[in-house]
């Protein structure tokens, strides 16, 4: 069968290299065409063709989407044109439902011409329409044919909105299952290769986008002057330049890493972490975090009026409590940071509560094989729709 995907951000690119790998695994002979990144074409090998990177088209923030609202028209118009012209058998979206939706109100009311049915609609990793935009259920209900998510409590929310999702645990417990055991072998080689030294390391998860950097970075790099006794290191990425992070940089003491997060954060002692799904996957892989996020004001104000959620951070909307500190705008001052981060650092007072509550975390997130799963009720949909 033919597969069109589409994922938008450098997390959808993860999570849909995993369900390329089940797809493959249910589906050998598949044939997949997608929007993503270098993991999906690592996964998809022969059988993929990539259209557009993710880097190409991640945008966050309100105010950033509103000035880049001609290139992303540019970016639909190609896409459905690419869609039409493919003819897939199904279309996968994965999470970015700004573009993703009016993807599936294409495919639901483009005529198509020749003959023949149009392609089904899933929606992998569900909009976060719990948080805000409600409205979208609607659309969701209308153009999407079958719904896979990936929180427990996405279950019974649907569920009140007339959608049946299919839910099989979450993607990321695949990711961080499939991390390298650590080891002080491992760490002493992963220093050694990173030019590293031997202080205790804590993370630096500034997020993957440019605004995020130029917005979060700074101000951990002043939390790292203050704890000279620890060796802070960025998790860096490859698709951003590197000129982005050095003028933060420049005359501290902070290190740089790219591309090696998962293992960066597993051989630290904690973390700070921009609000996202790093937050869960630091969580994850038991590291103590605060959560630091800050964006443009007008962001803020429009996200004030609008997000309908007590929290920001994936563990703490799991958990339904605060487990992690979030200091968010404002309240993202160097010495704030430097505070919570201490309290939660191996003998901080918070340390011990917040290792019991990731425990708790890894259980409610349920087993690994979550990809895999998915893929094969997508594959079994599809042969039971053509009558196999």
Known sequence: MKYYIIAGEASGDLHGSNLVRGLLQADPEAEIRFWGGDRMVEAAGGHGTLVRHYKEASIMGFWEVLKNLRRIGRQMRFCREDIAAYRPDVLILIDYPGFNLRMARFVHEHIWRGGGKRPEVFYYIAPKVWAWKEKRVVRIRKYVDKLFIIFPFEIEYFRRHGIEAFYAGNPLMDSVAERPVVTQETGEA???????????????????????????????????????????????????????????????????????????????????????????????????????????????????????????SLVNLIMDREVVRELIQEDFMPERAVEELRSVLSGGAKHERMMQDFSELREAMGEPGASVRVAGEMVRLLNEKRGR
């Open 190 to 312: 992963f220093r050694r290769e990173n030019g590293l030294d031997e202080r205790p390391i804590i993370a630096l998860v500034a997020g993957s986008r440019g605004s995020e950097i130029r917005y979060n970075l700074p101000g951990m790099v002043e939390v790292a002057r203050s704890m000279p006794e620890y060796q802070f290191v960025v998790t860096g990425v490859s698709w951003l330049d590197r000129s982005l992070y050095d003028r933060y940089l420049e005359g501290s003491d902070v290190r740089f890493v790219c591309d090696r997060t998962y293992e960066t954060i597993a051989h630290s002692a904690a973390a700070l972490v921009t609000s996202g799904t790093a937050t869960l996957e630091t969580a994850l892989l038991n590291k103590p975090e605060v959560v630091c996020f800050r964006s443009s004001a007008i962001s803020i104000w429009v996200a004030k009026r609008l997000v309908k959620l007590r929290f920001i």
